[in-house]
């Protein structure tokens, strides 16, 4: 199964790589990695998807939170929580119309005589769906970010 685990890090030279070295050393995959910077300058925000049941996951959460660099982790599959991934297409402009953009929800970001990029948003599931969509339209190049999620309780993910 598929799981989202979000954890605050010291904003350090290494500590990412100590992150993915954990999953290395123990046999893990990540599936999907966002890091960001946070409103704190001294920490950074690591979004990630891995693929496991509840015990790898409890593991993987209980290996992350002895690393130095770690501030907090949080499994956010174990409450209800907001998962969101943005993907960008190229396309010739003259393989897709308007609203056919519309229709399929996306929202145009470039455009020229001969290029337009298009943004979509959504669950990752939805984009999977809209990439096997979009094959007929020979897209140039697409590009996706990787899950972003964030709980939808009273827990928070801050120190």
Do not use: H, W
Not at 123 to 135: F, G, I, R
Request: charged share 25%; net charge negative.
């Amino acid at each position: 199964m598929k799981r989202v685990i979000a954890l605050l890090m010291e904003n350090q030279p290494g500590a990412l790589s100590r992150v993915v070295g954990l999953f290395s050393q123990r046999g893990y995959n990540i599936e999907t990695l966002i890091v960001a910077p946070t409103n704190d300058p001294t920490l950074s925000r690591l979004t990630m998807t891995t693929i496991g049941d509840e015990k790898v996951v409890q593991q993987i959460t209980k290996q992350l939170d002895k690393l130095i660099d770690v501030v907090t982790v949080c499994d956010l599959g174990e409450s209800e929580f907001v998962e969101r991934e943005l993907m960008l297409v190229k396309l010739n402009k003259s393989s897709i119309a308007i609203d056919e953009i519309e229709k399929l929800q996306g929202k145009v970001v470039f455009e020229d005589n001969n290029i337009i990029n298009l943004q979509f948003v959504g669950e990752p599931d939805k984009l999977d769906k809209l990439v096997d969509n979009l094959k007929t339209k020979e897209p140039l190049e697409i590009v996706r970010s990787g899950s972003l999620g964030i709980s939808s309780n009273s827990k928070t993910l801050t120190i």
